[in-house]
T-cell receptor
Framework: EAEVAQSPRYKITEKSQAVAFWCDPI?????LYWYRQILGQGPELLVQ????????DSQLPKDRFSAERLKGVDSTLKIQPAELGDSAMYLC??????????????FGPGTRLLVL | AQSVTQLDSQVPVFEEAPVELRCNYS??????LFWYVQYPNQGLQLLLK??????LVESINGFEAEFNKSQTSFHLRKPSVHISDTAEYFC????????????FGQGTRLTINP
C-alpha cells in the first residue's frame, strides 16, 4: 500500500539554527499539506499545496517558516531560525485532488522536532 | 470558520466494555465530518467520515459515529473495545465549500485496561 514518506523522523536542534523537513506524498496525489501538532493538541494546518502552487498558508509564520514544492511532487518545510516554541510534531499529508467532496487525507509518520 | 471541541481529553475503559468519544463542532456553513486515529509513534489514519446521506457511518473495525445536525455533534462509539484500540482519536471538520481545510479537535486519548 502506498504511503506518505517523511524524513527525518526525529530532529534535535538548538534555537537559532535552521532545520528542514522533507515529504514525499503518495504518487499521483496533487494536494499536499503540512501540519504542526503541538503535544496534547490536534494538528493545525500550516500550508496547503495544489500541485506546485500554495493555496493556503494563512497559518504559516512566514517570518521564519518557508515551504516549497518545486516540481509538484515532494516538498520541503524549513524553519530558520528555530525557536523553543517550534518543538512539535510536523505532519505531512496528501490527497488525490483536494478536499472537494470530503476527500481523504493520507498522513505520513511525522517528524518530531525538539528545539533546545 | 469552523471549530471542534472534544469534550474528554482522556477516556479509560476496560477491555470489552463500550465506549463513546464525544465531539461537538461549530460552523456557520455545512461541513464534512471525520474521525482520525493516531497509534503511538504513527501518523493519523482515517477511521470514518460523514459526507452526506445516512447519518450513521461505520468503520471496518467496529467503530461507528452518528451525525446529529441539531446538536452539532459527531460522537464516536464502539460496543466492545480491545487492547489494540488504545490510541489517540481526533475529530475533524471541513467546510463543504470555500476553504476546505481540515480543522481538528484537541484529541481524546483512549486507554484500554485489561
Amino acid at each position: 500500500e502506498a504511503e506518505v514518506a517523511q524524513s527525518p523522523r526525529y530532529k534535535i536542534t538548538e534555537k537559532s539554527q535552521a532545520v528542514a523537513f522533507w515529504c514525499d506524498p503518495i504518487s499521483g496525489h496533487a494536494t499536499l499539506y503540512w501540519y504542526r501538532q503541538i503535544l496534547g493538541q490536534g494538528p493545525e494546518l500550516l500550508v496547503q499545496f495544489q500541485d506546485e502552487s500554495v493555496v493556503d498558508d494563512s497559518q504559516l509564520p512566514k517570518d521564519r517558516f518557508s515551504a516549497e514544492r518545486l516540481k509538484g511532487v515532494d516538498s520541503t518545510l524549513k524553519i530558520q531560525p528555530a525557536e523553543l516554541g517550534d518543538s512539535a510534531m510536523y505532519l505531512c499529508a496528501s490527497s488525490l485532488a483536494g478536499l472537494a467532496f470530503g476527500e481523504t487525507q493520507y498522513f505520513g509518520p511525522g517528524t518530531r522536532l525538539l528545539v533546545l | 470558520a469552523q471549530s471542534v471541541t472534544q469534550l474528554d481529553s482522556q477516556v479509560p475503559v476496560f477491555e470489552e466494555a463500550p465506549v463513546e468519544l464525544r465531539c461537538n463542532y461549530s460552523s456557520s456553513v455545512s461541513v464534512y465530518l471525520f474521525w482520525y486515529v493516531q497509534y503511538p509513534n504513527q501518523g493519523l489514519q482515517l477511521l470514518l467520515k460523514y459526507l452526506s446521506g445516512s447519518t450513521l457511518v461505520e468503520s471496518i473495525n467496529g467503530f461507528e459515529a452518528e451525525f446529529n445536525k441539531s446538536q452539532t455533534s459527531f460522537h464516536l462509539r464502539k460496543p466492545s473495545v480491545h487492547i489494540s484500540d488504545t490510541a489517540e482519536y481526533f475529530c475533524a471538520v471541513s467546510s463543504i465549500q470555500g476553504a476546505q481545510k481540515l480543522v481538528f479537535g484537541q484529541g481524546t486519548r483512549l486507554t484500554i485496561n485489561p
